[in-house]
Every structure is written in structure tokens, then in C-alpha cells.
T-cell receptor
Framework: GAVVSQHPSRVICKSGTSVKIECRSL??????MFWYRQFPKKSLMLMATSNEGSKATYEQGVEKDKFLINHASLTLSTLTVTSAHPEDSSFYIC??????????FGPGTRLLVL | AQKVTQAQTEISVVEKEDVTLDCVYETRDTTYYLFWYKQPPSGELVFLIRRNSFDEQNEISGRYSWNFQKSTSSFNFTITASQVVDSAVYFC??????????????FGTGTRLTIIP
């Protein structure tokens, strides 16, 4: 069964609003979670690494003020897309490290900004 | 810098045929991990396999098999007797840092596999 969940699975919002996406590890503790973005028919691009109890590490080119990441507990990380615009529309996927070598992925969240 | 190349963007085969998905990687590290993930139309990535750079043994899991060739920096994936349910996008990925706490995955561009009934 699924080991990582995401909520919501789909969200439609108006331009200028903020959207929060939750990522939960279901039956294990994850000190490290990752957030990816995937455009249609494209590969996954790592946005940031989320570490429990500390600030997230963002990849080059990702605006930290735009994409706020909080890893408040060992089973929950959140990604908030602030002041969303149509170009932020994408498929956002989180992952959690269950073992030292393997990431397990959530089902993804499709964001559409009108 | 690490890089993963999946030269086949799309492949279509008739059901029951065998199909091989290619993956070539580049890394400067001597220790690394290679992965294959399946992404069905629903979007969720399904973990298929992880291979340590020190383990060059080929692996078979049911209809799936993987061929790791360090000499050619390749980690190919073969599906035997393909089925319609195998239709998906398959990603090969590389991690250079297997140490706990900060593993980054570099993904290939994916191969869209369509199995024709």
C-alpha cells in the first residue's frame, strides 16, 4: 500500500491566492522529504530538500519566498505556493526517505492556477 | 555533475512482446545508487528497483529484469511478455550521495511505454 500521501490531490485556485500542499509519511518517520515539480510530459525537477526541524534547502533557481516549505514533524512536510500565478500550474510531487537509500513518492498534487 | 539519459522518449510494442528500456548515466562518484520508477497515468511514482554501484549482478523480478553494466554506465530495464498494464512512463534515476539525510535524485527524461493490445 501507499507509504506517502499528499493532500489535496487536485486544486484549482485563483491567481494571487496561496495554496498549501501536505505530504505525509504514513507508517514511518522521515527526517528528510523532497519536493519535486513536473511539467506535462517532462521529467521531475527537484525543488527543495525538506529537513525536519530546520530550514529547507532549495535548488538553484527556485524562489524560497515563493515556495515555502515547512517540515514541522517527522511525518509531515508542507509546501505553500504563495501568490500563485498561472505559470505555477504544475504537478507537485513529494517524496520521503524510508531507508537510507530509497525515496518513496506521494501520489502528487495537480495545481491549476486560473 | 551527474546526468541520466533515457534516449528513448516513446516506445510502442504489441502485447506479449519483450521490451528493453535504456538508461545511461554519468557520475564522478565511485559510490552511487541507480533506480527505476514507474509512473502510470494516475501520476504516482512507483518504486521498482534500487541498485548499488558495487553490485553488478543482474536482477530478475517476475517479468522484470535489470542489466547493470558499469563498463558502459548503463542500467537497462527489460519487461518480458509485456502486458497492457505495463503502459506507463518509466524513469531511471541516479543518486550520488547515499549517505543518510541528504540524498538527491537526478531523473532521466523518462520513456513513455505503450503496450498495444
Amino acid at each position: 500500500g501507499a507509504v506517502v500521501s499528499q493532500h489535496p490531490s487536485r486544486v484549482i485556485c485563483k491567481s494571487g491566492t496561496s495554496v498549501k500542499i501536505e505530504c505525509r509519511s504514513l507508517d514511518f518517520q522521515a527526517t528528510t522529504m523532497f519536493w519535486y515539480r513536473q511539467f506535462p510530459k517532462k521529467s521531475l525537477m527537484l525543488m527543495a530538500t525538506s529537513n525536519e526541524g530546520s530550514k529547507a534547502t532549495y535548488e538553484q533557481g527556485v524562489e524560497k519566498d515563493k515556495f515555502l516549505i515547512n517540515h514541522a514533524s517527522l511525518t509531515l512536510s508542507t509546501l505553500t505556493v504563495t501568490s500563485a500565478h498561472p505559470e505555477d500550474s504544475s504537478f507537485y510531487i513529494c517524496s520521503a526517505m524510508r531507508t537510507q537509500e530509497t525515496q518513496y513518492f506521494g501520489p502528487g498534487t495537480r495545481l491549476l492556477v486560473l | 555533475a551527474q546526468k541520466v539519459t533515457q534516449a528513448q522518449t516513446e516506445i510502442s510494442v504489441v502485447e506479449k512482446e519483450d521490451v528493453t528500456l535504456d538508461c545511461v548515466y554519468e557520475t564522478r562518484d565511485t559510490t552511487y545508487y541507480l533506480f527505476w520508477y514507474k509512473q502510470p497515468p494516475s501520476g504516482e511514482l512507483v518504486f521498482l528497483i534500487r541498485r548499488n554501484s558495487f553490485d553488478e549482478q543482474n536482477e530478475i523480478s517476475g517479468r522484470y529484469s535489470w542489466n547493470f553494466q558499469k563498463s558502459t554506465s548503463s542500467f537497462n530495464f527489460t519487461i518480458t511478455a509485456s502486458q497492457v498494464v505495463d503502459s506507463a512512463v518509466y524513469f531511471c534515476a541516479l543518486s550520488e550521495d547515499p549517505n543518510f539525510g541528504n540524498e538527491k535524485l537526478t531523473f532521466g527524461t523518462g520513456t513513455r511505454l505503450t503496450i498495444i493490445p
